[in-house]
């Protein structure tokens, strides 16, 4: 995703739509294989399901890889957000006594 689309997500809201996207990928992965191993296909059906199940097991791992990093950026921005309000916490407490 671009950085620009990203300022404008926030990243939870960013990591929900991935989480969709990558359920769907294995709901739609999960029937692929369904297909495979249950009928009896000719080898043209057969290559084009295993053509679509690899294209569908990459796409679930660039999903759970760019999920892996923006969880890693949503605790960055947490751990932020908490130093942040101790510090004002601590601002403020010295200032009132």
């Known amino acids: 995703m671009t950085k620009k689309k990203r300022e404008n ?4 809201l ?3 739509g991935l989480e969709e996207k990558l359920s769907q990928c294995r709901r739609a ?10 009928a009896e296909l000719s080898p043209e059906d057969r290559r084009s ?9 990459s796409r679930a791992s660039n999903y759970e890889k760019e999920l892996k990093l923006l969880r890693q950026e949503n605790q960055k921005n947490m751990l932020l957000s908490v130093a942040i309000f ?12």
Do not use: C, Q
């Open 9 to 12: 997500l926030g990243v939870a």
């Open 29 to 38: 992965l999960e029937a692929v294989n369904s297909r495979l191993y249950r």
């Open 86 to 97: 101790i510090l004002l916490a601590l601002i403020y407490a010295h200032w009132t006594m």
């Open 14 to 16: 960013e990591i929900d």
């Open 49 to 57: 399901l295993e053509k679509e199940k690899n294209s569908l097991m």
